[in-house]
């Protein structure tokens, strides 16, 4: 153990700075740590940011505390890897997301006005689309992550399909409450079940033939 590595055995209180410097040890140090790869924690990183979820669900802000730290730790593992092929730093994603919640807040980093959640969310998504060469509702369909879970990856299209003149909403028939809405996507769960398909797998793929497909 070098020197350097024995300062952080009894630290008072630990830092971002001392997380970084933690993460740059362990990938040295550590055969585990050494051997892993973007894709090899990917699964990791999913499953830390449900915990959080879990905690916000749980009303528990000791677990939520936890938890975040567990995503910063993920965060802050993608980024080692990333300055050891010379890609991009930990610094490089702070600068990054800073200057994009200063760009995407006008009304507050400059003149815009914007006195309503409905204002801000809409120049949010003009300005998105302006910095991303989006001209398209083809183009924000596309930019859809196809990691997500396939039903939030599908509502999340037909939210932005909807701002389509070509596309409205499936309109309901009767009434129906949020109760009756799960009942009714348990019911094609238990049909794609008893059909032998795999539900999440189907809606992916109709997913995408849907943005394929939209003009």
């Known amino acids: 153990m070098t020197d350097k590595a024995r300062e952080y055995l009894n630290k008072e209180r630990y830092t971002v700075d001392d997380l970084l410097e933690i993460m740059k040890f362990l990938r040295i140090g550590c055969p585990w740590d050494r051997e892993q790869t973007h894709e090899t924690i990917r699964q990791c990183f999913i499953e830390e940011v449900y915990e959080v979820c879990d905690a916000i669900d749980k009303k528990d802000p000791e677990l939520m505390c936890e938890e975040l730290g567990d995503v910063l730790l993920q965060v802050v593992f993608h980024a080692q890897m990333a300055e050891e092929k010379g890609e991009f730093t930990f610094s490089d994603s702070v600068d990054g997301i800073c200057r ?9 980093f400059g003149e815009t006005e914007a006195d309503t959640v409905g204002k801000v969310l809409n ?6 689309q302006d910095s991303k060469g989006q001209k398209t509702v083809k183009d924000t369909l596309v930019d859809v992550p196809m990691a997500l879970p396939a039903l939030m990856r599908a509502q999340k299209i037909a939210k932005r399909a ?8 499936e309109k309901c028939e009767k009434p129906m409450d949020k109760r009756m809405l799960g009942e009714e ?8 079940q008893s059909l032998g398909f795999d539900a999440e797998e189907a809606l992916y793929e109709y997913c995408s033939s849907f943005i394929e497909d939209f003009q």
């Open 162 to 169: 909807s701002k389509g003149s070509c596309y409205e909403l």
């Open 100 to 108: 994009k919640l200063v760009l995407r807040h006008p009304h507050v």
């Open 123 to 128: 120049n949010w998504d003009k300005i998105k």
């Open 185 to 192: 996507l348990f019911k094609l769960c238990s049909k794609a």
